[in-house]
């Protein structure tokens, strides 16, 4: 298993990082195939996409508790061309963007929010 962290904002209001992790991962092409969460990780996210018609599972969690997000491939799960997406989901994920909602500003959103989901 190789884990690969997203350096994302700290203030990022985590709602926004949920979506925009949809955003990035349907934008590339690829389909959502599992969203949960892990017991390992209490209130955590957790996603499976997948490439349309090929092998190869990228894993992606975000965990508000700790305000962290990382991708995952585990060995089993390996395929070239998951591989291949891996650097551009990551750009997509950690590019900086302003919020055109709260006129560029990044607002702050409290964890304990997101653990009621």
Known sequence: MRDFPIDSQADADL?????????????????????????????????????????GTLEVTLWPYKRQ???TIQEGRRAESIEEELPKVK?????????????????ITDPVTLLGR
Not at 24 to 41: I, P
Not at 92 to 99: E, I, M, N, P, V
């Open 69 to 71: 997000l990382w991708l």
């Open 91 to 107: 750009q997509c994920l950690s590019a900086r963007r302003k919020d055109p909602d709260q006129n560029g500003v990044l607002q």
């Open 15 to 55: 709602r926004k990082v949920e979506a925009k992790v949809e955003r990035c991962c349907g934008d590339l092409g690829l389909v959502q195939a599992m969203k949960d969460m892990l017991a390992k990780y209490p209130g955590c996210i957790h996603w499976h996409y997948k490439k349309k018609g090929v092998s």
